[in-house]
């Protein structure tokens, strides 16, 4: 059964410093999802991604984060300068379509831990 | 706005006894609703959905789950608990206004007890 990838799975860095987090949706999904799960806290939505632009960010979303669909295969989260409260659990997920009926496919998530 | 309430953040219960945890929501508009489950070191699977059909929604692993407007609830239930069922149950909304986000609870860890 196809199935979300992220790499890596765990993630550590020194405040300030960028970090790339990456994902690979099912291959003939097309929207695209970041989510984060700061420990104790609920699962937040943060961005979705269509057709190589953002669909939807949440207010997390800040300058600070990007997303990138650089190949066929790969979707990317990036932190220019990452803060202490970034850490967190972040899950890549991926949908065939939008309507809010959709499955959407999560990936097993990368632990990032800024010191 | 839309919101998801896991009524119990741990609930235990004997191998091959019911499972119940508790799920309420909040929508402004007509919802889909979805359990997933997470194991250890795994991504969040999709036990269940429901969409706007049958109002009982079974799902995989023996799990059902119904939606009960009138409660805002949507409560998941397993008659006979299994050792593998032990796992992290997130109480997921999706509102029907267009957002492209999933609005989770904050989870309940099953426990089974031999």
């Known amino acids: 059964e196809p199935e979300v990838t992220q790499t890596p799975s765990h993630q550590v860095t020194q405040m300030g410093q960028e970090v790339i987090l990456r994902c690979v949706p099912i291959?003939?999904?097309?929207?695209f999802y970041w989510y984060r799960q700061i420990l104790g806290q609920k699962v937040e939505f943060l961005v979705s991604?269509?057709?190589?632009?953002?669909?939807?960010k949440s207010e997390i979303f800040d300058d600070q984060f990007s997303v990138e669909r650089p190949d066929g295969s790969n979707f990317t989260l990036k932190i220019r300068s990452t803060k202490l409260e970034d850490s967190a659990m972040y899950f890549c997920?991926?949908?065939?379509?939008?309507?809010?009926?959709?499955?959407?496919?999560f990936g097993p998530g990368t632990r990032l831990l800024v010191l | 706005a839309q919101s998801v309430t896991q009524l119990d953040s741990h609930v235990s219960v004997s191998e091959g006894t019911p499972v119940l945890l508790r799920c309420n929501y909040s929508?402004?508009?007509?919802?889909?609703l979805f359990w997933y489950v997470q194991h250890p070191n795994k991504g969040l699977q999709l036990l269940l959905k429901?969409?706007?059909?049958?109002?009982l929604v079974k799902g995989i692993n023996g799990f059902e789950a119904e939606f009960k407007k009138s409660e805002t609830s949507f409560h998941l239930t397993k008659p006979s608990a299994h050792m593998s069922d032990a796992a992290e149950y997130f109480c997921?909304?999706?509102?029907?206004?267009?957002?492209?986000?999933?609005?989770f609870g904050k989870g309940t860890h099953l426990i089974i007890q031999p």
């Open positions: 991604f269509y057709n190589n632009e953002i669909s939807e």
């Open positions: 929508s402004s508009y007509s919802p889909s």
């Open positions: 429901y969409t706007s059909a049958a109002t």
């Open positions: 291959s003939n999904h097309l929207y």
């Open positions: 997920a991926s949908s065939e379509a939008r309507n809010r009926q959709e499955t959407q496919y």
């Open positions: 997921v909304v999706r509102s029907g206004g267009g957002a492209d986000g999933l609005t």
